[in-house]
């Protein structure tokens, strides 16, 4: 419809103007505005894996493992090795706790990966510095308290720059597999997992899987909408839930003090 020519299209985003930004595998990076859509850096970029604009409004995006790129709408800027850039898939950005910019990269065949943060001028191996090496990163968020969720292979990882603790399918989750991760605009916390999506409310984690209606457990994707629903991309198909705003009915049976009533 807009002109772009056939590719595996990795990545839609949409900047503060308004403007669609397009990453594709074999075309290389689109904008799409009011004068029409234009082909950016063809012959320097031709793949993009991935894409996300960081709080500053400046765009990052991977080509490939060893590579990202950051661009401020005047100034392309490329990072790798030797800026301290961890061999691993440019995944997604977030402000950290510490007010560093926060990288989440895949590894090769969902192996490896790592979580690396930015000062502006050189990034460091968080993953490494951890002994966090045996988990695969794949997506991370944030919350408004620059707390940091971070998806992996092995579970979920909240980290406050200071402390990390771990969830897993014992502690309620639908499984230790994580695909990506979501914080909602309520503070709650989504989880797309390998097997169904699982919510964290504050107080306990629950599931939606098949079972509820989803059309595949495996779940790759979460975006909340502006009316507060969550839609869900999965192994079959794409699924919205509306979630209830009004809390469910409990009857106290029991309470237990001193005495029993």
Not at 33 to 55: H, M, P, S
Not at 82 to 103: E, H, M, T, V
Not at 111 to 132: H, I, M, P
Request: hydrophobic content about 40%; glycine content about 14%.
């Amino acid at each position: 419809r807009f002109g772009l020519p056939p590719a595996w299209y990795t990545g839609i985003r949409e900047d503060s103007k308004g403007a669609l930004w397009i990453g594709s595998f074999r075309e290389g990076l689109f904008r799409f505005d009011q004068r029409g859509l234009t082909n950016l850096f063809r012959d320097r970029i031709q793949k993009v894996v991935a894409l996300e604009f960081d709080e500053r409004g400046a765009l990052w995006f991977g080509p490939n493992s060893s590579r990202v790129y950051r661009y401020d709408g005047s100034d392309l800027r490329e990072f790798d090795a030797k800026d301290g850039l961890p061999n691993a898939w440019f995944s997604s950005i977030r402000r950290g706790p510490d007010g560093k910019d926060w990288l989440a990269l895949r590894g090769s065949a969902f192996l490896g990966g790592a979580l690396a943060t930015f000062d502006g001028k050189r990034f460091a191996n968080v993953t490494a510095e951890r002994g966090w090496e045996n988990h695969a990163v794949l997506d991370m968020d944030a919350d408004t308290n620059g707390v940091m969720w971070v998806a992996t292979r092995g579970g979920l990882l909240r980290y406050t720059g200071q402390q990390a603790a771990w969830y897993s399918k014992a502690d309620g989750l639908a499984h230790d597999a994580l695909w990506t991760v979501r914080v909602g605009s309520k503070g709650s916390v989504w989880c797309g997992t390998a097997a169904g999506v699982s919510h964290h409310d504050g107080l306990a984690w629950a599931t939606l899987d098949t079972r509820d209606g989803l059309p595949g457990n495996e779940v790759y994707a979460i975006k909340e909408g502006a009316n507060g629903e969550i839609w869900f991309g999965t192994d079959g198909g794409v699924s919205r839930y509306r979630p209830n705003p009004i809390a469910p009915w409990a009857r106290i049976a029991e309470v237990q003090t001193e005495q029993t009533f």
